[in-house]
């Protein structure tokens, strides 16, 4: 008897759960949509300010994604950063160039298409050497940004 009722309890605590789960993600679901619905309601001006707020925001993601390649991928980078404590300390120059580079591409690319909506692609290749160079030297330029 007491096994029907732990049985009865787990199984009820799992349809809770469920239905929890279900009302979380139908009202996040909904809100989204009205935000969505909002936003279609407003003046042009704003979508554009938008834009450009996701615009910047990527911009600064790329950077990130770039110092934290150095951090990765570079033996002297500083041991109290958290994601040393599960990855083994990688010293790889090359990976840490090439990653860079892509990265150097996509912020003088991103950044072309802010100031111009024309792709030149000298810029492209600028942004991939500056890119490369950054990711060769590593920390060395990477230890004078302080936040």
């Given at each position: 008897m007491?096994?029907?009722?732990?049985r009865a309890r787990t199984t009820l605590r799992r349809l809770v759960g469920a239905a929890i789960t279900l009302?979380?993600?139908?009202?996040?679901?909904?809100?989204?949509?009205l935000?969505?619905?909002f936003l279609n309601l407003l003046p042009d001006a704003f979508h554009?300010?938008?834009?450009?707020?996701?615009?910047t925001a990527l911009l600064v993601w790329l950077l990130g994604a770039a110092y934290g390649t150095v951090i990765a991928l570079d033996r002297s980078a500083p041991e109290f950063?958290?994601?040393?404590?599960w990855l083994k300390p990688v010293h790889s120059?090359?990976?840490?160039?090439?990653?860079?580079?892509?990265l150097g591409t996509a912020v003088a690319g991103l950044i072309a298409h802010m100031v111009s909506p024309v792709f030149d692609w000298p810029w492209m290749l600028l942004?991939?050497?500056i890119g490369f160079m950054f990711g060769w030297f590593g920390?060395?330029?990477?230890?004078?940004?302080?936040?």
């Open positions: 007491t096994f029907d009722v732990l009302l979380f993600f139908s009202a996040l679901f909904g809100c989204v949509f935000v969505a619905a554009a300010s938008l834009a450009k707020i996701g615009e950063i958290a994601v040393r404590s120059p090359r990976w840490r160039a090439v990653i860079c580079s892509l942004g991939t050497v920390w060395r330029w990477a230890r004078h940004i302080d936040f």
